[in-house]
């Protein structure tokens, strides 16, 4: 992949416009994300009380800083796909969440709509990602044609993967 912006990694710097292998980002952002997301989730949803100001600077900094990287590695226009993103969060997260949460016996209308903010904000990232390692198995990032194929079926195959979410556990 193709940095966007300079970047240290391991020690050494990488400079904008350098190719860097894969997997030099993919494993460790999508593992780190996941935990930090995943710790979101909890802080959000658990059962014991956590302070919404203490929930949205946990995952206000972090969003930040993944943020920040997002535009280091991968440029603006890239991040705009986030918006993208974001309109498909919106429902996939309506979906994933419920589900999620009818794991542990809750409904997403049992808490208020600022309980969603951090979780929410963390599947647009990680969606984001996912679709920037679709890309570059796909090898579509430079290829126009190719790319807009890849990203009307990666479009496609969420709201069909969403809405399968979404009636498998309808109440």
């Known amino acids: 992949m193709k940095l966007r912006g300079d970047i240290t990694i391991n020690g050494k ?8 292998p894969t997997g030099a980002i993919y494993p460790f952002f999508l ?9 979101g989730f909890l802080l959000a949803y658990a ?9 949205f600077l946990h995952g206000g900094i972090a969003i930040l800083v993944y943020t920040v990287f997002y535009l280091v590695i991968f440029g603006w226009d890239e991040v ?14 309506w979906c ?3 589900w ?5 016996g809750k409904e997403i209308s049992d808490f208020p709509w600022y309980r969603h903010v951090v979780p929410f904000l963390y599947y647009v990232l990680y969606t984001f990602l996912l679709r ?12 126009p044609e190719k790319r807009q194929r890849i990203e009307l079926g990666y479009i496609v195959l969420s709201l069909l ?11």
């Not at 059962?47 to 929930?55: E, I, M, Q, R």
């Not at 993967?161 to 109440?171: A, K, M, Q, S």
Request: glycine share 10%; net charge positive.
């Open 96 to 98: 994933e969440i419920g």
């Open 31 to 39: 593992l780190h994300m996941l935990m930090f997301g995943g710790s």
């Open 132 to 143: 920037h390692l679709v890309l570059d198995v796909f090898k579509a990032r430079e290829d």
């Open 13 to 20: 710097v990488h400079k904008k416009g350098s190719e860097v």
């Open 161 to 171: 993967f969403y809405t399968i979410v979404y009636l498998r556990n309808r109440h």
């Open 47 to 55: 059962s014991k009380d956590v302070p919404t100001s203490f929930l």
């Open 80 to 93: 705009r796909w986030m918006f993208i993103n974001a309109a498909l969060g919106v429902y996939g997260l």
């Open 100 to 104: 999620l949460l009818g794991l542990f």
